[in-house]
């Protein structure tokens, strides 16, 4: 617009400001009035200079959150979730499972229920009575208890243990005592208590780990198990599953996502969405196995995040599948109460399967673990673990 154009526009709307003053005046006849129209202008100019800036305002808040993602990659915060692959993953199916060959011969030790880690050259388990107490060590060869541990003051629901470092943690969850961890040393002698707002799952290597201590954050511990007050809260997820491996540490979540970190910060690195609640999880340098309550085992690259195979548990649609690596690189899981199936560690496809006896109808696995070039497996229906040899 010109300049006399801007002229003769402000010339006419001073005009009609002046035609409705006097209009105004003329219908009240009070200087009140006139002065409560003055005011309601004055009112409005002043709303649209607050609108003008909350808008100024908005627009440099939008640049600096803007900016902000821009550089979040080199900041510390996560990466964006990864979803499955566009590529289609191998697809593979547990069917049947085999009984076991009459050429070996298994072995049943009594008391324990539970198969939960191998650590210190022995296979740890809980008994599975209405209120478990006992934490078991059995030998490598599956002969012998070689003792236990009266954990009656902490226990309440029994959780898996796990090794980190030099000893073994016991979650300590709805027990009698506070919730937390019990350290347990490599001869099943109890070492110091770990507290925790919410204990559960946990894992590391020779150095430290991590551990849950609140429904939705872990902490970092030292090869003693002791805290060492690094924290990393978890985005709106709840803590299901723990895992260490291919450098990085895995945290499963309730909500069906999965967190990549780095052990050594805790930063988050990367999240995976699952089809369904991780369960358990494994890894090794070239993959990392989720077993989701979906009964399904994925595989992953660890780097990408993009599923590479996926395994549909078809034996018991009631069982989670529990997960064992083997030392040659061996993978195995549990898709039966009383059955395991080595699983090709590229495909997922079955490569054996043995069935020990038959399955109860309750569902669920005790757990499962390679020692010594023999098979564990929990069977907690019968407060018992069965083991055989792997030829």
Known sequence: MTTPDMNTFEQRLVEALHQEASLAMTLTDTPRELRRWRDGQRHRRNRARVAAIVGIAAAVAGLIIGLTMLGSKTSGRPEPAHKPSAVAPHRATIQTLQPLPASLSATVLHGPGTVDVVAFGAVWGMDTTDQPRYLYRMSADGGRILGRTDLHNYIGDPVPSFRIGSVLMVPSVNGPGHDGYVVIDRNGKRAGFTPASKAGAGAGDASGGWVQTDIDQVAQVDGSGHLTGRRVRLPSASVSAVAAGAGSLWVGTTSGGMYRLDPATGRIT???????????????????????????????????????????????????????????????????????????????????????????????????GLQGGRMFIGDGDNHRVVSFPLK
Do not use: C
Not at 278 to 307: C, E, F, K, M, W
Not at 325 to 337: E, F, H, T, Y
């Open 270 to 368: 990367g999240r995976f969405v699952a089809p369904g609640q991780p369960i358990q999880i494994a890894a090794i340098d070239s993959a990392v196995y989720v077993a989701t309550n979906g009964y399904q085992l994925l595989r992953l690259d660890p780097s990408t995040l993009h599923v590479t195979a996926v395994n549909d548990n078809q034996v018991s649609p009631a069982s989670w599948d529990e997960i064992a690596l083997g030392p040659n690189g061996s993978l195995w899981v549990a898709p039966d109460q009383r059955g395991v199936a080595e699983l090709d560690p590229v495909t997922l496809a079955v490569t054996r399967s043995v069935q020990i006896s038959k399955a109860s109808r309750e569902g669920g696995n005790f757990g499962i």
